[in-house]
């Protein structure tokens, strides 16, 4: 990009940003097609399939890869999800990806089935849970990453084409890795109740496995980048295990209604974390706001007295984080953008950004079902106006921003061209099945300033910096970068808002906003 571009750019974003602050509570006019992003981000799932892909594969520029995969261990691991622009298959961004699919599927199913896409959600998890029960080969080993990180960042290839080591790594009692079990017992878990009434024996099926994940992840303590040292560099278990224990814990309280998991999470809330902890963000590394959600909203009828008073200290959490998202708390809030954006940190900040409007959605369906107010330090909140926040923060995403950017790939007339993303930016295998190889990636294709040829729709992009900015650069990884986990929680996000805008819901939180909100 020239001087003289990005400097008109700047003074565009300057202005733009000046006319917010003269007219703050200046209500947005433009309104977002909020099906057709629910749409596209469920179509995202299928660009990122590994395996051998099914008749109906919407996404026509992939085709089959990783058929080899678990054949040097002599275990079947084709299948899956690749986490991002790479090719390595890692097994604990996998597995909170389809916890989050399932929870947005099991509090927002009416509204997506009302939308049309109920069987494309469900088809994106089973994608995933299918895989686990591959890779869960024995009550007490389960396969959590296949590839290696380093050698395939290497290699600029499609996934068609992989030369990369597709060496598999496993968990088992002298490798322990609560972390992935626990989240894959989450997301089976999950899982299981979203199959209840559609597909009895699969879910049961899931259950059984999710169960053994726990146990397994309980009794065989330890950090699963300690036992998968290739993993350290791209997912650090940085909040540890406890915080998945814990939420393992409540969603198979949740799939079996076993008070034996629900005391789990009472009587280990104060030594893991789970009442002590007050956190502004929420991802696949730390989920203490998400299980402090989940424990928030439970009904108290049928407690006793130490479990009211422990889920009662998990709903204070919980509202720490609403609190700090929506900018009223004394301190510890989440930072913004000046054009209003949530923002936690430089990289793949969107990933923050779409966890926690789908948790301050959940919650607010909780306040609105309860008939309750939410108590912040500074304000009390109602669910009506939680929702507002929401529907600023998916403006932003969707293309009311300084940039004037979709940072949802595909959606509108202005988004990112140049994802970061090796299949995307390469001529699709299916056209072209020209061999291209691990360096002939980088020199043909990767350095190029054309757009990608395929266009990796409902992908959301790492996003812009903390000053609204934003370079559309195959390079610029930090930014244009997707995840299977940003994506995910819009999934049921999006089907709110348009059942909402269509006047399908009995929420009244419906009313207009403002991008830049007062809260």
């Known amino acids: ?31 977002f097609d909020y099906e057709d992003a629910l749409s ?39 299948g899956g999800y690749y986490d991002a622009g790479d090719n390595v298959k890692f097994g604990l961004p996998m597995a909170f990806t389809i916890t989050m699919l399932s929870w947005g599927v099991l509090e927002f199913r009416d509204e997506i089935a009302a939308a049309g896409e109920l069987r ?29 990180g380093d050698t395939d960042h290497l290699c600029w290839q499609r996934p068609e084409d992989m030369t990369t080591s597709r060496r598999a790594y496993k968990l088992d009692e002298d490798n322990p890795g609560s972390e992935v079990a626990a989240e894959t017992a989450a997301a089976m878990a999950a899982a299981s109740i979203v199959f209840r009434r559609t597909n009895p024996h699969y879910s049961h ?4 496995h999710a169960q053994q994940l726990f146990e397994f992840g309980d009794k065989y303590r330890g950090k699963y980048d300690k036992s998968i040292g290739g993993a350290k560099g791209y997912y650090t278990s940085v909040s540890g ?12 309280y949740k799939a079996t209604d076993n008070s034996n998991y629900l005391n789990y999470a009472i009587q280990n809330a104060l030594p893991f974390g789970g009442i002590s902890w007050a956190i502004t963000e929420f991802s696949w590394d730390v989920k203490y706001a998400g299980l402090q959600i989940i424990a928030s909203t439970l009904p108290m009828e049928g407690k006793n007295n130490q479990q009211q008073e422990i889920l009662q200290q998990y709903r204070s959490k919980a509202e720490h984080y609403i609190c700090a ?21 430089q990289w793949n900040n969107m990933q923050y950004v779409s966890t926690a409007v789908f948790l301050l959605t959940v919650y607010s369906e909780h306040l609105h079902a309860t008939n309750q107010m939410l108590n912040c330090p500074t304000d009390s909140v109602g669910s009506h106006e939680i929702l507002s926040f929401v529907k600023s ?90 995840c299977t986990y940003n994506t995910a929680p819009l999934v049921g996000v999006f089907a709110k808002l348009n059942a909402l805008e269509k006047g399908s819901s009995n929420s009244t939180a419906s009313a207009g906003f403002s991008l830049v909100s007062s809260i």
């Not at 494309?120 to 290696?148: E, N, R, S």
């Not at 099926?205 to 059984?208: M, N, R």
């Not at 009223?328 to 949530?342: D, E, M």
């Open 393 to 482: 923060q998916v403006a932003y995403i969707l293309g009311s921003n300084p940039m004037g950017v979709s940072y949802l790939v595909g959606y509108g007339p202005a988004y990112p061209k140049r994802v970061h993303h090796r299949g995307a930016s390469m001529e699709p295998y299916r056209e072209s099945k020209v061999f291209v190889g691990c360096t002939q990636g980088y020199d043909h294709w990767h350095g190029r300033q054309d757009p990608n040829p395929n266009v990796l729709v409902g992908a959301l992009v790492g996003g812009p910096d903390s000053k609204d900015e934003f370079v559309d650069r195959r390079g610029n990884f930090v930014q244009t970068e997707a």
């Open 120 to 148: 494309h959600a469900l088809d994106a998890i089973k994608w995933g849970t299918d895989y686990f029960i591959k890779a869960h080969t024995h009550p007490h080993v389960l396969w959590a990453q296949v590839g290696d």
């Open 241 to 252: 295990y406890m915080d998945e224990l814990l939420w393992a814990a409540l969603w198979l």
């Open 40 to 78: 596209k981000s469920l179509l995202y799932f299928e660009a990122q399939r590994s395996g051998r892909l099914p008749y109906n594969q919407r996404v026509r520029w992939r085709h089959h890869s990783g058929l080899t995969d678990g054949l040097e261990q002599g275990v079947d691991l084709v």
């Open 205 to 208: 099926l899931l259950l059984e």
């Open 325 to 345: 998202c929506l900018n009223k708390n004394n301190s510890t809030n989440v930072q913004r953008t000046p054009g209003g954006l949530l923002y936690t940190r």
């Open 1 to 31: 990009m020239g001087k003289k571009s990005q400097c008109r750019r700047k003074l565009l974003s300057h202005f733009f940003l000046l006319l917010l602050s003269l007219f703050p509570a200046l209500s947005l006019s433009e309104s």
